[in-house]
């Protein structure tokens, strides 16, 4: 696990244990995540992936018994600490789901809507944030034209760009993204792709996927985690040509069970 | 175990390069058999079996392109089926070369007379046919420790050629010889050249052995 010492880490996980009640789902995992490069999660279902990106945004503070023990080291800070402001860490870190869930608003509502929670009131500003945020999300030539239509009459991929660019307005330095590809279709789906491979050059992204194929395209990292552990982090290329633990090679190979 | 059809396909796979392997193999053997026993008509039916191991080549590569295309394959199955990919136009062109020696065994005046030391000629034609069975069984076997020990004995094998290159030259520049027999040292001089030829191409397996087995690239020069 040679990655952080390559580039700066924008992330550091140290020693973190997360159970809900009695049940354990994550178990000592360390990992530093690249800042400005497309780190995987990948691993089967309840391995503990989305429990652990939900972690780097405190949204598992929303379940109950949940206890929390280790770090999460994000400019400086353990974000983990019970004085951190929730809402400034989201806007920094944020969350694109695995369903696109636009507000019932217009285009440029749900695009504004952040820069107006955080107190952006001047039209000419909200009109700028607006445009770059939908540019930067690949959306804008689609949308131009109607910004004033309903986000809900979007197409599927269109509907999960708009939820990026809602994102990319409050201008936060990290975005998660819970499967974000995985209820579009092909054509969709590769446009996130080019997508998050662009906005790389701007954004630190952690991605949790069943698609191996999707994590080999977007990746420069990836992590396999496996029953709460992170059991293998390495160059993309590297996790799926000469994984180092069986377990990842089985996984990858699709041999489990 | 899941996905049982596809490990299927992938036993189906590494099969055909054994049995590819194993007909060239036998096409290297019966080549210098022929050489051995100055055989014309061995030397055809060489030539002749020469479709078979082509045959190979391209259903195996299609069954490669089908893997890769629908199977998405990760890891060492990945490494498995890259190799079989590369490794079979390792065997077809030995097989090509198995080709040349035949032909040229065809044009040579029979007996075939070795006009050199024949003990490091015996040396190389054992050395190169041993390389060749060592270079399919480490595929099959997976053994990386034999695989390694393929570009020390090429070395060997290298120096053997130019050894009697070198002696076939000064035995043509001290004699008196006729045109015919010229021209069998030439073929002969051919024929050393696919050998060593033949031997690279089994390093280049043995390589490839050592990335299917390991993943390390350094060996893929």
């Given at each position: 696990m040679d990655i952080a010492t390559k580039t700066s880490v924008e992330i550091s996980v140290k020693s973190l244990n997360l159970w809900f009640g009695k049940f354990q789902?994550?178990?000592?995992i360390n990992i530093g995540i690249q800042k400005n490069q497309v780190t995987a999660l990948i691993g089967p279902s309840g391995c503990g992936k989305s429990t652990f990106i939900k972690t780097l945004d405190r949204m598992?503070?929303?379940?109950?018994?949940v206890k929390i023990t280790g770090e999460v080291v994000y400019q400086g800070r353990n974000i983990l600490d019970s004085d951190t402001d929730v809402v400034e860490l989201r806007k920094q870190i944020g969350m694109v789901f695995q369903k696109p869930n636009p507000f019932p608003k217009s285009i440029f509502d749900n695009v504004a809507y952040g820069p107006r929670v955080h107190g952006v009131r001047k039209k000419q500003n909200l009109n700028e944030v607006v445009e770059r945020s939908l540019k930067a999300a690949a959306l804008w030539e689609e949308v131009k034209d109607r910004l004033n239509e309903s986000a809900l009459r979007l197409s599927g991929g269109q509907q999960q760009r708009l939820c990026i660019a809602r994102l990319l307005a409050v201008e936060p330095d990290v975005l998660l993204m819970d499967?974000?590809?995985?209820?579009?279709d092909p054509i969709a789906t590769s446009k996130i792709e080019d997508l998050i491979y662009e906005l790389k050059n701007d954004y630190t992204i952690i991605i949790v996927t069943h698609n191996m194929q999707q994590a080999g395209r977007v990746a420069t990292n990836t992590a396999f985690f496996y029953l709460g552990e992170l059991v293998e982090y390495a160059p993309t290329i590297d996790l799926f040509e000469r994984p180092q633990d069986k377990r990842t090679e089985d996984y990858v190979t699709g041999k489990f069970g | 175990m899941a996905r049982t059809r596809y490990v299927r396909k992938l036993k189906e796979l590494r099969q055909n390069v054994i049995d590819m392997g194993a007909l060239t193999v036998r096409s290297v053997e019966d080549v210098l058999t022929a050489f051995e026993l100055s055989d014309t008509a061995l030397a055809e039916r060489v030539i002749a079996n020469d479709d078979a191991i082509n045959n190979f080549d391209r259903k195996i590569e299609a069954q490669c392109m089908t893997l890769l295309a629908l199977e998405q394959p990760m890891a060492k199955d990945l490494r498995m089926i890259a190799t079989s990919l590369k490794m079979i136009t390792d065997l077809e062109r030995i097989g090509d070369f198995v080709v040349d020696i035949a032909e040229e065994i065809i044009t040579m005046a029979k007996p075939i007379r070795i006009p050199v030391s024949a003990s490091k000629f015996n040396e190389l034609v054992a050395d190169v046919k041993l390389m060749v069975v060592d270079s399919i069984e480490t595929y099959a076997s997976g053994n990386v420790q034999q695989a390694r020990s393929f570009e020390a004995r090429d070395d060997r094998i290298d120096f053997l050629f130019k050894s009697i290159v070198e002696n076939m030259v000064n035995a043509l520049a001290q004699s008196q010889c006729s045109t015919e027999t010229v021209a069998d040292v030439a073929s002969l001089l051919f024929i050393i050249r696919y050998l060593e030829r033949i031997a690279d191409h089994a390093v280049n397996i043995g390589n490839r052995v050592c990335y299917m087995e390991e993943g390390d690239r350094r060996f893929l020069k």
């Open positions: 789902a994550l178990k000592n598992n503070d929303l379940v109950d018994n499967e974000p590809a995985s209820a579009l | -």
